[in-house]
Nanobody, 127 residues
Framework: QVRLVESGGGLVQTGGSLRLSCAAS????????MAWFRQAPGLEREIVAA????????YYLGSVKDRFTISRDNAKNSVYLQMNSLKSEDTAVYYC????????????????????WGQGTQVTVSS
């Protein structure tokens, strides 16, 4: 049974930092792209960042570029999201996800391209 478990969310003040972690179990995902999505109340889920299977390619939502960094550790079957200079508009539930396609260098940005999802972790940024 595949499980993705996010951790590291919480309450932080504007300008603060958080590091999200996502640990996968039940299957090895070292050959799959992984991503972080987020969903704020009343809004659609959107991709925040994605990373290809070996970490050589990344994608970032424009509003988080230069503030967030996605990384992965294939030995630990994990993906991370370092979030700096947090803003109130970053408040959302953050989800990690795994690509449907093995070994692709293409970084999908649509929810439908991802097969496995975590349960989400709440990030709240207060002013």
């Amino acid at each position: 049974q595949v499980r993705l478990v996010e951790s590291g969310g919480g309450l932080v003040q504007t300008g603060g930092s958080l590091r999200l972690s996502c640990a996968a179990s039940g299957r090895t995902f070292s050959s799959y792209a992984m991503a972080w999505f987020r969903q704020a109340p009343g809004l659609e889920r959107e991709i925040v960042a994605a990373i290809n299977w070996n970490g050589g390619r990344t994608y970032y939502l424009g509003s988080v570029k230069d503030r967030f960094t996605i990384s992965r550790d294939n030995a630990k079957n994990s993906v991370y999201l370092q979030m700096n200079s947090l803003k109130s508009e970053d408040t959302a539930v953050y989800y990690c996800a795994v690509d449907r396609n093995r070994g692709s260098n293409y970084l999908p940005t649509s929810q439908g391209d991802y097969e496995y999802w975590g349960q989400g972790t709440q990030v709240t940024v207060s002013s």
